[in-house]
């Protein structure tokens, strides 16, 4: 949330006393308004001006930073596949594909006849992580181990795909929720200015590293960043008179970021590249010798003991750091949480209780499957909460307001003046926070320039190509699982695009896409739609369930990266192509690494154990009426009413001093059903961010670059690793 700036001149203003003094107040005021909206009209057509020169620029699409884009992407698909089966982890990393590209460049700029500017980098990093995010988005980390792997001979399984057949169901999926994102654009980015916080911050550092001098060090015309930074205290000013003090629901982050952390950073690109660099050979080196010593992968830091017994041991992984450093302290922490009470409470009292009477590691009969149930309890309680907050709290905020407006109007002139209520509400966008005057109005309308209409996707290409996707979506599944009905594949289809909006929204405002969530909520419509009696009712459930979650996966990524690309002026019609293009590649590539990585690793073993694609066959089961294994639907509702109740209190209490300490159902249900070794690692990175962001004040961009590092560096050489497993080169 902005800081609220100009309370000083309303402060001021209301200590006059008197009616003379109140007259001549009121004058004051208004011309005070009129200058603010001078100001504001003023910084408008700077900031247009700057997004139709942007996006002018020949660099917005070009063939070098497609294919460097394309090439990081690759480096990040195995990254994300490798970590998607072990952990179910996945990041699109799109701030380290923008420094990689800069660095990249800027090492050929002498071989290179135009420079690299920062709207080439949003495409490169628009490209990169389309194609990276593809493991997830195409169900390789979590659906399809659960079809091939874990789908019973009962379930009429297990479904085992060709490579070819792979790469027709990741085609089928992975277009429809990235034209879908963008006729939301104009509402989440353009009217609502939702913060997207990756996205900005992924803008400023393209910024920051393309700096404000050009090659000859002349001063080159303000930033983008720099007008709508402008801009936006000219709003806040603008908005403080006119609301008397209401704090912004939603509104451009750009002001949160000072200009002295600029000024700190522009020069310091060699030392990030540098950092990510170290990082990087520090986790080659340890994946590569975990591969001769596996037991570098789990030490038993507490004791034998615990370590055989109860899996309590470390994964010491450079690259589980790095990602306990990008979730941040809280998430961790609520994973370490989840962790105790999953496999310190809970599994040694289901084995001793005689529930889970099997080896603690087995999914089926062990203590390892069995608080897998709790966990999904919790997570479907934080998911519907959650989700059900985005769709409530719009009719809780306006509702009253406009039954009002509504009822009065048809009081004073019957049914043709609500109808013009109707119709002015649908041409008059009004924000989330009330305008109560014309001139709030005025201001609202003049708030956010957009790039010029023939840099737009029209809405006849989004129509056009929305319809092609969809027919391509059914034809390509309908083909590969001959026994979905099309009914049920329409059905997926438009509620995955029902709940991609609330992604969209919940990834605006907390950073956070419940995809998860939305997997599991389409899944639970499904068992009520198809019956359970259906011999294929398991897999129709996880096939509509992945067709929601690449849907709203898509749709986000897109939305992120439209977010970066507005601040930057880069053209959303270059950006969409980007994204079209590395989601095609992105199909090809995850569908081939994944099917490399089956062949030669046990799925499920020690080194990939999948837990996602257990939590989609069990929620596929539980929803569906199968039995849970003895007491476990007691301690599942138990824990999903405990949820329920943590779930609105963290809603409610958004932006609150307390609301971190609250534990985030998903977070504790990760640390529930992940192995504790990878939750402890995740922890350390956590504790190494508040370190350094919390307790010592540093700008957090260089510790996400040093995790950027550590990930990619593991990620990159486990392909090593795969191909020594391959040629069964013996270790230890």
């Known amino acids: 949330m902005a800081p609220d700036r100009g309370s000083s001149e309303i402060e001021s203003s209301a200590a006059n006393e008197g009616n003379d003094e109140e007259e001549q107040e009121t004058v004051n005021d208004n011309d005070s308004d009129c200058d603010d909206l001078d100001v504001l009209l003023l910084g408008r057509d700077n900031a247009q001006a700057f997004l139709a020169e942007r996006a002018d620029q020949g660099q917005n699409f070009t063939l070098r930073g497609v294919l460097v884009g394309l090439a990081i992407g690759v480096i990040i698909c195995f990254s994300n596949t490798y970590f998607g089966l072990q952990t179910g982890w996945v990041s699109g990393m799109t701030m380290p594909a923008a420094l990689i590209g800069f660095g990249f460049f800027k090492t050929v700029a002498r071989c290179i006849d135009y420079p690299f500017t920062p709207v080439e980098n949003v495409l490169v990093q628009t490209v990169a ?53 963008v006729p939301l654009r104009k509402e989440v980015i353009i009217r609502e200015r939702l913060k997207f916080p990756s996205g900005t911050a992924t803008a400023l550092m393209i910024g920051v590293l393309h700096g404000n001098t050009d090659e000859e060090g002349k001063k080159k015309p303000a930033s983008g960043l720099e007008i709508f930074r402008q801009r936006s205290r000219s709003m806040d000013l603008s908005r403080s008179a006119t609301l008397a003090g209401e704090s912004r629901a939603t509104g451009t982050a750009y002001v949160q970021v000072q200009s002295t952390r600029e000024e700190d950073h522009r020069d310091d690109w060699k030392r990030q590249i540098r950092l990510l660099i170290i990082a990087f050979c520090i986790s080659a080196l340890y994946t590569l010798a975990s591969y001769f010593i596996p037991q570098l992968r789990g030490l038993p830091i507490f004791g034998l003991p615990l370590a055989n017994n ?70 479907l309680a934080d998911s519907l909460v959650s989700l059900g907050w985005l769709v409530l709290r719009p009719l809780l905020l306006y509702g009253p307001s406009f039954y009002a407006e509504v009822r009065d109007r048809f009081i ?65 599944i309908k083909y590969v699982f001959p026994p979905i009905p099309v009914s049920a594949l329409i059905l997926s289809i438009i509620l995955a695009l029902l709940l991609s909006i609330m992604g969209v929204r919940a990834l605006g405002e907390t950073d956070l896409n419940p995809v998860s969530g939305i997997s599991k909520l389409t899944q639970l419509v499904f068992a009520l739609v198809i019956p359970s009696s259906n011999p294929n009712a398991i897999t129709i459930n996880l096939i509509a369930g992945a067709i929601s979650e690449s849907g709203a996966l898509q749709a986000g990524d897109m939305m992120q990266d439209l977010k970066t690309g507005h601040l930057l002026g880069a053209a959303p019609r270059a950006q969409f192509w980007g994204q079209m293009i590395g989601s095609l590649v992105g199909a090809v590539v995850s569908a081939g690494v994944y099917k490399l990585y089956t062949s030669v690793y046990d799925i499920p073993g020690d080194m990939f154990q999948v837990p996602t694609a257990y939590v989609w066959i069990f929620t596929a089961r539980l929803v569906t009426g199968q039995g849970l294994p003895e007491m476990a639907w007691q301690h599942a509702l138990g824990a999903g009413i405990i949820f329920v109740i943590l779930t609105v209190a963290r809603v409610r209490g958004q932006g609150r001093w307390w609301q971190p300490y609250v534990p985030g159902g998903i977070a504790v249900a990760v640390g529930m059903y992940n192995v504790p070794s990878f939750t402890l690692a995740r922890t350390v990175g956590g504790l190494v961010n508040w370190y350094w962001v919390g307790w010592r004040r540093k700008d957090e961009t260089r510790v996400i670059v040093l995790a950027s590092g550590l990930i990619l560096g593991e990620g990159l050489v486990s392909i090593v690793n795969l191909g020594l497993a391959a040629l069964e080169v013996p270790h230890l």
């Open 310 to 379: 109860w899996l309590w041991r470390l994964n010491p992984s450079p690259a589980y750091v790095g990602q306990g450093i990008i979730m941040g302290p809280a998430t961790t922490l609520h994973m370490l949480l989840g962790a105790l009470i999953g496999w310190g409470v809970l599994s040694p009292l289901a084995k001793n209780k005689g529930w889970a009477p099997g080896p603690v590691s087995n999914w089926s009969t062990g203590s390892k499957g069995w608080i897998v149930w709790v966990s999904l309890a919790i997570m």
């Open 412 to 476: 004073r002139g019957g049914l043709r003046d609500v109808l013009q209520v109707l119709k002015s509400r649908g041409g008059d966008y009004k924000t989330l926070t009330p305008a109560a005057t014309s001139d709030s109005t005025t201001l609202q309308e003049a708030a956010e320039p957009d790039a010029p209409p023939h840099h737009l996707v029209s809405y006849k290409s989004v129509l056009v190509l929305l319809i092609l996707s969809i027919i391509l979506c059914v034809v390509a």
């Open 129 to 181: 992580g389309a194609l990276g995010t593809m493991p997830l988005g195409c169900g390789f980390v979590g659906v399809m181990p659960a079809l091939n792997y874990l789908l019973r001979t009962d379930e009429n399984g297990p479904v085992v795909l060709s490579t070819g057949k792979l790469v027709i169901w990741s085609l089928g999926i992975c277009f429809f929720g990235v034209v879908f994102a």
